[in-house]
């Protein structure tokens, strides 16, 4: 059985040819292949009416900028936070769209020295968006320019060095700073105080998933049953640019088996073969909880010690793999190092032993301790 789609997460058709070879290992990855970005800025919402989710985020960052609009002045600055892949950067589309203004876009690993982003600034016009992705890696004195510019919209060039060095104030045109983080943490007092309007963002629930399925389902002409979409979204790990990307995978390993409708059966049978398990694990996640549970008897183990297990590096398993394991319950970070939880053994269909959690509780010295 078919159903109809009222829309995708994407204006235009998609088209089926032209794909690069897939890595399995990949699928999961917050940062998109060149070629995946093509097809995922497609896929972006271009207005606030069309972006699924994030309805607390959503309403209150349209009230701002209503009231922009009303006062006939540029929107106050905005900082978004959250995980990879939930809509940060689509949201500083919006902006920009909503208020018919240019879209300017960096980043903070790009802005490393004050005169980079005296460079942007200066060169900005009235009512311009800007938009600095990972604005918590900036370095710090581009940072302390910014808060004037932010503030006052002026920045202070230093001409000359030394004794004889003068500071010429530069005024700026108004303008909206967007920022992102992926680690509101990390952002200091000072900046983070001068954004008008801060929102975090949330994972989504497996039923907004399946919003934003039908919305892109629909932009590429595909058909899915009821069960397709539930299957494709609850592997998604709560991320929108997950399902776009598996959905895609899907539609792949449709088009090749000449299946004209996605029953949950044909996508559990394509996601299988991309290592994407029922409840979104892939290959490094499965192989960190079958190290903890196999080679440790479930922990306590230290974090290089189960990243050389697993043939990875520590950075690797902390950031990619970890959050997903902790947020799911199948992970636990202690003081002696990590532990896999009653849920992993579950999942992996193996009995836990009696003790195996109450490992990790036990004493422990100051040498004991992992990061």
């Given at each position: ?78 900082l ?32 490393q ?36 510019a ?16 003068t500071a010429?104030?530069l ?15 990390l ?19 497996v ?8 919305r892109?389902?629909?932009m590429?002409d ?11 979204a ?18 792949d ?16 049978s ?20 079958e190290?903890?549970v ?6 306590p ?24 394991l902790?947020?799911?319950?199948l ?9 896999a ?11 836990m032993p ?6 990790a ?11």
């Open positions: 059985m078919t159903e109809a789609h009222d829309g995708g997460q994407l204006p235009g058709q998609i088209s089926l040819s032209g794909q690069s070879p897939i890595r399995p290992s990949a699928e999961l990855a917050p940062v998109a292949e060149p070629e995946e970005r093509d097809l995922e800025a497609a896929l972006r919402p271009k207005t606030l009416d069309d972006f699924v989710g994030q309805e607390r985020v959503r309403k209150q960052l349209a009230l701002v900028l209503a009231a922009s609009k009303i006062r006939g002045r540029s929107a106050d600055h905005v978004m936070s959250g995980p990879p892949g939930l809509g940060k950067t689509t949201l500083a589309m919006i902006i920009a769209s909503e208020m018919n203004a240019p879209l300017r876009i960096s980043s903070g690993p790009a802005i020295h004050a005169g980079d982003l005296a460079a942007i600034l200066s060169s900005l016009t009235e009512g311009e968006v800007l938009f600095l992705d990972e604005i918590h890696r900036m370095s710090r004195p581009a940072e302390e320019m910014l808060y004037m932010m503030e006052d919209f002026r920045v202070d060039i230093i001409v000359g060095k030394g004794a004889g060095a010429i104030p005024e700026l045109p108004p303008f909206t700073l967007v920022g992102a983080t992926t680690r509101a943490g952002l200091p007092g000072p900046l983070r105080d001068r954004f008008g309007f801060t929102g975090h963002l949330e994972f989504y629930s039923a907004e998933l399946e919003l934003v399925l039908r892109s389902a629909g590429m595909l058909k899915l049953t009821s069960a397709g979409f539930s299957e494709i609850g592997r998604s790990r709560g991320t929108p640019r997950i399902a776009n990307r598996l959905l895609r995978r899907v539609r390993w449709a088009l090749v088996h000449g299946v004209e409708t996605i029953d949950a059966r044909t996508a559990s394509a996601l299988d073969m991309y290592e994407v398990d029922a409840r979104g694990l892939d290959r490094l996640d499965r192989s960190v909880l190290a903890l196999n080679k440790f008897n479930g922990g183990v230290g974090l290089s010690t189960l990243a050389i297990a697993v043939g990875e590096e520590p950075e690797t398993v902390e950031t990619v793999a970890e959050p997903f902790v947020r799911e319950g992970l636990g970070r202690t003081p002696r190092g990590r532990i939880m009653p849920a992993a053994w579950v999942h992996l269909g193996l009995r009696a003790n195996a959690v109450a490992a509780m036990l004493p422990y010295n100051d040498d004991e301790l992992d990061g």
